[in-house]
């Protein structure tokens, strides 16, 4: 294995879902980093529809929080939501774009933006359950925006003990003739 991959390996395999953070403040320099490479994954037909909306004031964050049951624990954590500009996402990407597509580069930006954070010693929450239009109006998105995911980064309070996996041998199937 190379040394690249056993890091990255390492990287994916010690990321942990953290619902606690502490107060510590996350710079800013920190997620515009974590952003600035995020914005190189990739997206279908290169796209780039995600737009991420960085939310840091305390009140706001608290007002989102109250629409988000997916969103436990505390601490002083930055909220990035991720949305998908659809308006441009449908004028550029075809079928695929109104369907599934935007979803996609949603999630992979996503992953990239856990993996990136947790590389720099914080931590992440992926929150999928939250209300839309409540999100929306708080955070007075554009029509076309929808927001898709919140990821909140933070300094970790504690880092929980990695879940079960299912075996390898459970999850895939040769084909080989």
Not at 37 to 46: C, D, F, H, K, Q
Not at 100 to 119: C, F, K, N, P, S
């Amino acid at each position: 294995m190379s040394s690249v991959f056993e890091v990255l390996a390492n990287v994916i395999m010690s990321r942990r879902t953290i619902r606690e953070f502490t107060d510590d403040e996350v710079p800013r320099e920190a997620i515009r980093k974590i952003l600035d490479v995020a914005r190189w994954g990739p997206t279908g037909s290169n796209l780039q529809d995600w737009r991420f909306v960085i939310v840091t004031n305390r009140k706001l964050l608290k007002a989102i929080k109250m629409f988000s049951p997916g969103w436990v624990g505390g601490g002083n954590p930055v909220a990035v939501i991720i949305c998908s500009d659809k308006e441009w996402a449908f004028s550029r990407g075809g079928p695929l774009a109104r369907d599934i597509m935007y979803l996609v580069h949603a999630g992979i930006a996503a992953q990239t933006i856990a993996l990136l954070a947790h590389a720099l010693g914080l931590g992440t929450n992926m929150i999928m359950s939250f209300s839309k239009d409540s999100i929306k109006t708080l955070l007075k998105l554009p029509e076309s925006w929808e927001p898709i995911m919140i990821i909140l980064i933070g300094y970790p309070k504690q880092v929980p003990e990695p879940p079960p996996r299912l075996p390898l041998d459970e999850l895939i199937v040769w084909r080989e003739s």
